[in-house]
């Protein structure tokens, strides 16, 4: 199992790349959205989403990206995912296409009415666009990322019946002894179909789906993913509800230590692949865990 130690004081944000050999994930707090940084020790960089667009007072690309990648420093990501078009992942990535160099985005390939501002920044970019389905596996540096969602039966051009949030773009990453699976807003039915397909679930830590809403995250689904760290990212005081009293009960019941970007502000994961720490940003506090490393087998 995980054993933790807490440590209190206030860190100081790491700006600069990860040093020593360490991995780390940022989830930022982008109100009711998702935006996830990965940077590995060599220094690629993975955005996953981009939270919500809007006017430039409100835009997150504009307000929150755009300035957090540039104080990193960088001025080029290896990688922008998309797990799917929905405005609260989508709408925040015009700007970081717009005013960074983007070699690869990867897509589910659905493109939604009210998304066309961020397609055309997607095609004006100049990246490689790759459509990816369940099963490929690819590597960014020395992490291995699966891909578990969606299963590619459906032609694109035909709407999924079940709605966009079932066809997220579901990625695993695997780097030394450590593992986190990203769900986008894969909701139950998207979550039956990945347990039925035996798909490899099981990781350290994982992305609630679709902000803590009930319908995701069920208990199937957690007695198989069998985190030990669960990340919301969420919006404060959101008109949802999220996230819900029943997801909560259930990522407890599992077992999970949960964090959320409306009360945590960012959540930064770092790891070596033997030990853990977890920053949440708003208090300042820092909490480290010992990885067994079966977990990430």
Same mark, same amino acid.
């Given at each position: 199992?995980? @054993? ?29 959205? +998702? ?27 504009? !307000?929150?990206? &755009? ?16 797990? %799917?078009? +929905?405005?609260? %992942?989508? #709408? ?30 997607? *095609? ?13 596996? $690819? ?13 590619? @039966?459906?032609?694109? +051009? ?13 990625? !695993? ?14 909701? #139950? ?6 347990? &039925?397909? %035996?798909?490899?679930? !099981? ?7 679709? %902000? ?10 957690? +007695? ?8 919301? @990212? ?13 997801? $909560? ?20 994961? *770092?790891?070596?692949?033997?030990? $853990? ?5 708003? @208090? ?14």
């Amino acid at each position: 199992m995980v @054993s933790l130690a807490l440590v209190l004081g206030l860190s100081i944000w790491p700006w600069v790349a990860p040093d020593n050999g360490r991995l780390r994930v940022t989830f930022l707090d982008v109100g009711q959205g +998702d935006a996830i940084l990965v940077e590995l020790p060599e220094g690629q960089r993975l955005l996953v989403d981009g939270g919500p667009g809007g006017n430039q007072r409100l835009d997150v690309g504009e !307000r929150v990206l &755009a300035p957090f990648l540039w104080n990193r420093p960088t001025q080029r990501l290896d990688v922008v995912a998309l797990t %799917h078009p +929905d405005s609260d %992942h989508s #709408g925040g990535l015009r700007a970081v296409l717009t005013r960074f160099g983007v070699r690869e985005f990867w897509e589910n390939g659905r493109w939604i009415t009210g998304t066309e501002e961020t397609l055309r920044a997607v *095609e004006r970019s100049g990246a490689c666009r790759r459509t990816l389905v369940a099963g490929q596996r $690819l590597w960014l540096g020395s992490a291995l990322l699966t891909v578990l969602n969606p299963d590619g @039966s459906r032609p694109l +051009d035909d709407p999924p019946p079940e709605g966009q949030n079932e066809e997220s773009l579901v990625l !695993r990453l695997d780097w030394r002894g450590f593992s986190l699976l990203l769900t986008g807003d894969l909701g #139950g039915p998207g979550e039956e179909r990945l347990l &039925a397909d %035996h798909a490899p679930v !099981r990781a350290l830590a994982l992305k609630v789906g679709h %902000h803590g809403s009930r319908y995701s995250s069920t208990g199937a689904f957690l +007695d198989a993913v069998e985190p030990a760290v669960a990340i919301i @990212s969420v919006g404060a005081r959101n008109s949802f509800g999220h996230p819900t009293p029943e997801v $909560l009960g259930r990522l407890e019941a599992a077992g999970a230590r949960i964090y959320r970007t409306d009360r945590d502000g960012a959540v930064i994961l *770092e790891t070596d692949g033997i030990t $853990l720490s977890i920053t949440r940003w708003a @208090s300042g506090t820092v909490e480290r865990l010992d990885l067994d490393p079966e977990r990430g087998a």
